[in-house]
């Protein structure tokens, strides 16, 4: 219902404020602004989407949630396309999105709406690394793969024959 509500509004929004702005400052003027808004709309895109695209590749090899810097891109680009589209309004709204402030109070105002239960990465549980410090007197919990494994002499190994994982022995 709300979808549909602003598919309404907002090209009557627009529609009124081209005839108003257009009347006072005529329409060459107005169609500059609406070029120029677009043109600056795009640098300022491209450079704040440059830095959170940065911001979401240190979350990932920081091995943090990327939750943040996700909905910052997402933000970035609904503006882009707002600032493209040709109208005042949406020029007014994609700007307002461009303000760090403002992503950051609408990040925070649906992080409070969402409830996250838990986040992490496979292999990062408690468990894994409660079990790994009990197997390490030191509680070093460097890369140790536990397993089992027995020894195959040539002979065995040529009467199986290779895997089908990896070539066998070569003869030469």
Excluded at 102 to 124: C, D, E, K, L
Excluded at 140 to 163: A, F, L, N, T, W
Aim: hydrophobic share 40%.
């Amino acid at each position: 219902m709300w979808l549909l509500i602003a598919f309404i509004a907002v090209p009557l929004i627009e529609i009124t404020l081209f005839i108003q702005i257009g009347g006072a400052i005529g329409l060459g003027w107005t169609l500059a602004i609406v070029v120029l808004t677009a043109v600056l709309g795009t640098w300022l895109v491209r450079s704040q989407g440059s830095a959170a695209l940065g911001s979401l590749r240190s979350s990932f090899s920081d091995m943090r949630d990327p939750t943040e810097p996700l909905v910052h891109g997402a933000m970035i680009m609904f503006s882009g396309a707002l600032l493209l589209t040709p109208g005042f309004f949406t020029d007014a709204v994609g700007f307002a999105l461009l303000v760090p402030g403002i992503r950051q109070a609408i990040y925070q105002n649906i992080r409070s709406r969402v409830n996250i239960q838990s986040f992490g990465t496979p292999g990062q549980g408690h468990r894994a690394q409660d079990h790994a410090s009990q197997h390490h007197p030191s509680g070093d919990q460097g890369d140790v793969i536990e397993g089992e494994y027995h020894e195959i002499s040539p002979e065995e190994r040529v009467k199986r024959g290779p895997s089908r994982w990896s070539k066998g022995p070569t003869e030469d």
